[in-house]
């Protein structure tokens, strides 16, 4: 019998605890920049193990070809009975690296990984297994509780070159796994089911392929974690094969449902597809839940710690949202104030941030009843990022009107792709400026712009480029810019601010039809109030459960929500806005 070296063990733990710092720093560069090592690292381990179980097979016993039978299986479980069902729970390893590739949908298509898992990566487990088997059909003694089946059925001068390419095999197995938990951190984030967290597209070209920081790091941590505290692969192995077929169980339970509602199929072929495959699971999952002390209890743990995150933040997000649609401010409200809204309106532009994409929030009201006083033109903003790699810049915002014309009062909907550059502030207020003003002018004349049917509270929505996007639509020039270098004189019209505030504004319009009085008035007002400054109004809210509330709601959202809240990511939008221009107003919210 071959034993292993204490060396080559040490050499092993070692790898086993620098292997996920070395993935947590690929992992921040991309997939598609370190991805042209990933082919030739996995076809290599491949033809190794295959190579090995096929020296293994014709060295050992080449009978061996037989254990294919699902005979022996029965015989196995018939002779050895409750031994040989407690031993499935091991079992469990030979397939806890393989279902790794169906995480990889992010990468590549459906077809492409039937293609390779049927024609190269099942054949070649097979021949390892098969090779193990025939190795230790002739070694049945173990000296060692450290020898691992795979390394001491593999020749002693093939063993540390083939402990490397595992190594490298390893990082790039679990890159799957890695995209598959950025894949679903992001969809549960997106759908209020875990917290706010920075995600980074690492390509222009493929959606799926994505960077979280923090769940790479926590990842790691919890790698290292496990390493040194169990320091046993016995132990991993178990906690390992509780989670894959935890998941396989999940996964047929699900598949079950589609079969009914997605492929529309009798549900009679449903119950056979659970009953089959869930008997086969369920026996594998039993036979794991036995070693839940030796390790098997680390998933269960994690899971149930991530499924009280994601509940906290759920129901917290949950009730915000029904606050906000309960006390979300009619127009009738707004009409009912007047032109002036009942409050003192003072020079300048009010951008009020808001995510909600019609009706007006209640921090508004809130703002107002507390401090009757607020700028001359009022935009509401909601900047959304869509699923795209770009926005074209004539489709960057979508603008439309809230009340009548005399109140001054717009709303404004940014659209920014995943890898757009959001400009900077001034280059911003002057895009949001000219695509009003380009509202304005549009409503006294034929639209030059596509019109969205988003008919809410009679809001309707009209699609406006950037200043840059459209050449031939409304500008503005400023003190310090060439005016006379957008277009002749003699081809454009100018309406200019009688005053001389301390910036002078000035709109170019195109040649077109004569703008009605209430239009000039309009791009008049706009233009002084742009000279006096744009303030940006954001709203810090406060979720706190209510005096009456039970004792587990007011755990849960006044300190798990609101912890989970303080330590989250903000807004996209709140880093990129000019501190000194930022009035924050706070609200409780009493859910």
């Not at 790039?172 to 706010?196: D, N, Y």
């Not at 020039?477 to 301390?502: H, M, N, W």
Request: aromatic residues 12%.
């Amino acid at each position: 019998m071959v034993s292993s070296p204490p060396q080559f063990r040490f050499s092993q733990l070692y790898l086993a605890l620098s292997f996920p710092c070395l993935k947590s720093i690929i992992n921040h560069y991309g997939t598609h920049r370190v991805g042209f090592l990933f082919a030739p690292i996995v076809v290599t381990w491949l033809l190794c193990i295959s190579s090995i179980g096929v020296y293994n097979i014709i060295h050992w016993n080449p009978h061996v070809y037989q254990a294919l039978s699902p005979y022996y299986m029965y015989k196995f479980l018939k002779k050895t009975q409750r031994g040989g069902w407690m031993s499935l729970g091991g079992i469990l390893l030979c397939i806890t690296g393989s279902e790794a590739m169906f995480a990889d949908l992010g990468h590549f298509s459906q077809s492409s990984i039937k293609i390779a898992f049927t024609s190269v990566v099942y054949p070649s487990l097979i021949l390892a297994y098969m090779g193990q088997a025939a190795y230790l059909s002739k070694h049945h003694i173990i000296e060692s509780n450290y020898q691992i089946g795979f390394y001491v059925s593999v020749p002693e001068r093939l063993r540390w070159p083939v402990l490397a390419i595992a190594i490298l095999a390893a990082v790039v197995g679990s890159q799957a796994i890695i995209t598959g938990t950025f894949s679903i951190i992001k969809q549960c984030s997106a759908l209020g089911c875990f917290p706010r967290v920075k995600i980074i597209h690492t390509s222009s070209k493929m959606h799926g392929q994505i960077y979280i920081p923090e769940i790479n790091w926590i990842l790691m941590l919890l790698c290292l974690a496990v390493t040194i505290g169990f320091r046993d692969t016995k132990r991993l192995g178990n906690a390992s094969g509780l989670a894959v077929i935890t998941v396989m169980l999940v996964t047929t339970c699900l598949m079950s449902l589609v079969i009914v509602l997605c492929w529309n199929q009798s549900i009679f072929l449903a119950i056979c597809f659970i009953l089959f495959f869930g008997a086969i699971e369920a026996l594998y999952f039993s036979a794991s839940l036995i070693k839940f002390r030796e390790g098997a209890w680390v998933p269960i743990v994690l899971s149930f710690v991530f499924m009280v995150v994601m509940y906290v933040w759920h129901y917290g997000t949950l009730k915000k949202y029904e606050f906000d649609v309960q006390n979300k401010v009619s127009i009738n409200w707004l009409l009912n104030l007047g032109p002036s809204l009942g409050i003192v309106r003072v020079r300048g532009i009010g951008l009020v941030h808001t995510e909600l994409v019609s009706g007006i929030p209640a921090i508004f009201s809130h703002f107002v009843t507390n401090l009757p006083a607020f700028h001359q033109v009022l935009v509401f903003l909601c900047i959304k990022s869509v699923p795209v790699p770009y926005v074209q810049p004539e489709e960057r915002f979508l603008v439309g009107r809230i009340g009548p014309k005399e109140y001054r009062i717009y709303r404004c909907i940014v659209r920014y792709g995943y890898h757009d550059i959001q400009k900077d502030d001034v280059e911003f207020e002057k895009d949001l400026v000219c695509s009003i003003a380009e509202l304005i002018r549009s409503e006294t004349m034929e639209p030059n712009g596509r019109v969205e049917d988003l008919q809410k509270e009679d809001e309707k929505m009209t699609v406006v480029g950037t200043s840059s996007a459209h050449a031939e639509g409304v500008q503005i020039c400023e003190e310090d810019e060439d005016f006379t270098d957008i277009a002749g004189s003699s081809e454009l019209k100018e309406i200019q601010s009688p005053v001389y505030p301390r910036k002078r504004v000035r709109f170019v319009l195109p040649e077109s039809p004569r703008l009605d009085l209430g239009a000039r008035a309009e791009l008049q007002e706009l233009m002084e109030a742009r000279e006096a400054g744009m303030a940006f109004i954001l709203g810090h809210s406060y979720v706190k459960a209510k005096r009456q509330s039970s004792l587990i709601k007011r755990l849960v959202i006044n300190f798990g929500y609101d912890f989970l809240r303080r330590n989250s990511r903000g807004p996209t939008y709140a880093s990129s806005i000019p501190h000194v221009s930022t009035l924050e107003v706070g609200m409780v919210y009493l859910v």
